[in-house]
């Protein structure tokens, strides 16, 4: 088998990213927008030693599950992952990832849930971070096809309801396309990331209930003629707040290290289960409003159950979180590393009226060893919410130390909290893995999982 080969596959399973895998002479192919049970034909495009990747150029014998995707774009973009099938079918592969991960990696023949799920397929994202390029002389927005530095740029949506991404709204779309239209009009010049010349990078829009934050991401310390794209932002007739951030680096990171607001409020406003909460567009948010509540609600739940327990929110970010669950215990300590987060959760704390909550600023593996010592005899129950990477090892060691009588995983990756909870279930027993379709349309899935002490 070399690059460029064509070749002719039966797709016998899924793989963790949702594209088929066949075999040919033993050697695994991995094959994107392929689906199980699947009969086609591909192009080998990488070779390694113990496998291979392939796309597809025919399907020859579809499967039932194929769909016609709603963005005309998909398969282009890379964005999504599993828009071509129907929406019952995402769920089983998602479910089975998880169990697949969690089998494999802690030994076991785990139960996992049904995959929870909203009312919206489309058009639920809150946030997009969205480039914006010159395509034949005009300004377009677009995204970057994954895992390149390929644009392609979006065409219209067809849905009045949905962007023309449809994973977010027309109101969204609405901001979008006056930028668009300020930079084609005033001449703008936008990013070259080859000479890192040009000066309108991205747009990264929020919505916070009915007001927007909108954040031009520039190369440069200000924009022409801005008060002409705060007249024609205006004119929607949306509540929004404007800012630029400043980031002339080389490089693939979307935000720079200044903001500036130069329309309306430092904050928006929001407001998550009775928690009234403010943010900038640096704050972590979860991307699905709906799915978050759900997810909150299931911990209020398991806490109801405790007796008054002291909780442990480790990678608290701003301290929604802390905040919905101070109501239902003794105290909450949340711990998390970015000084701004820390500060944002100090202001939501004392704004909602939670004095129990303190909120510590160090490295989670630094500072929880310490805070277990002081807690000696008092009931605990740590809830885990960390990056895609998961947990370093020194966090769970703590966590056994500190012996909680339970625990709440959150984690948007089932490998890493596959690998995780290897270190974990010696001494707890997993009682429920509850996924979560935070990420309607493509791979990614959040996952809850409960754990008693044994």
């Known amino acids: 088998m070399k690059l460029k080969d064509i070749v002719e596959l039966n797709i016998e399973s899924i793989g963790m990213d949702g594209e ?30 113990s496998f291979a990747r392939a796309k597809v150029i025919k399907v020859l014998e579809p499967s039932k599950e194929r769909i016609n995707p709603l963005c005309p774009i998909f398969f282009r973009c890379g964005g999504c992952d599993l828009q071509h099938v129907n929406y019952d079918y995402q769920l089983k592969v998602k479910k089975s990832n998880i169990k697949n991960c969690i089998d494999r990696a802690c030994k076991i023949d785990s139960v996992v849930q049904g995959v929870v799920h909203g009312e919206k397929q489309f058009g639920y994202r809150n946030k997009e971070q969205i480039p914006i390029r010159k395509v034949d002389g005009k300004a377009r927005a677009g995204f970057y096809k994954q895992n390149s530095h390929i644009f392609v740029p979006f065409e ?28 084609n009009k005033e001449k703008v010049s936008t990013y070259d990331e080859k000479t ?107 806490l109801e159950k405790e007796d008054n327990p002291v909780v442990l929110d480790l990678y608290s970010g ?23 987060a820390v500060e944002d959760a100090n202001k939501l704390a004392k704004e909602n009226g939670n004095n129990n909550i303190e909120n510590i600023c160090d490295d989670v593996a630094r500072a929880l060893p310490g805070v277990v010592n002081k807690l000696k005899g008092e009931k605990t129950f740590v809830v885990i919410d960390p990056p895609r990477k998961g947990c370093d090892e020194r966090v769970l060691q703590s966590i056994v130390d500190a012996k909680p009588d339970k625990m709440i995983y959150i984690s948007c990756n089932p490998a890493t ?7 974990l279930i010696d001494n707890y027993v997993i009682d429920s893995i509850t996924p979560y379709d935070m990420f309607p349309q493509t791979k990614h899935v959040e996952t809850v999982v409960l754990l008693t002490k044994k």
Request: hydrophobic share 40%; with cysteine.
């Open 417 to 423: 909290l596959a690998r995780d909870l290897t270190k």
């Open 196 to 302: 890192n010349t040009g000066l309108i990078r991205h747009v990264v829009i929020r919505q916070i209930g009915d007001a927007f934050s909108i954040c031009l991401v520039i190369n440069g310390n200000t924009i022409p003629n801005g008060e002409k794209l705060i007249k024609s932002l205006k004119e929607l007739s949306v509540p929004f707040n404007l800012y630029i951030s400043i980031n002339k680096e080389q490089t693939n990171v979307i935000l720079g290290d200044e903001l500036k607001c130069i329309y309306g409020n430092e904050k928006i406003e929001g407001e998550a289960l009775s928690v009234k909460f403010s943010v900038n567009p640096y704050s972590f948010l979860q991307i699905n409003d709906e799915i978050r509540d759900k997810i909150y609600k299931q911990v209020c739940v398991e």
């Open 156 to 183: 219209k949506s067809q849905n009045e309801n949905l962007g023309d991404c449809p994973l977010h709204n027309s109101k969204m779309q609405a901001f979008v396309d006056a930028i668009v239209d300020y930079v």
């Open 318 to 340: 701003i301290g929604i979180l802390s905040n919905v669950m101070a109501k239902h215990s003794k105290k909450v300590i949340g711990i998390e590393i970015v000084k701004e």
């Open 20 to 49: 088929g895998v066949a075999k040919i002479d033993g050697i695994v192919i991995f094959v994107d927008g392929a689906l199980l049970g699947e009969k086609i034909r591909a192009q080998i495009i990488e070779v390694k030693k």
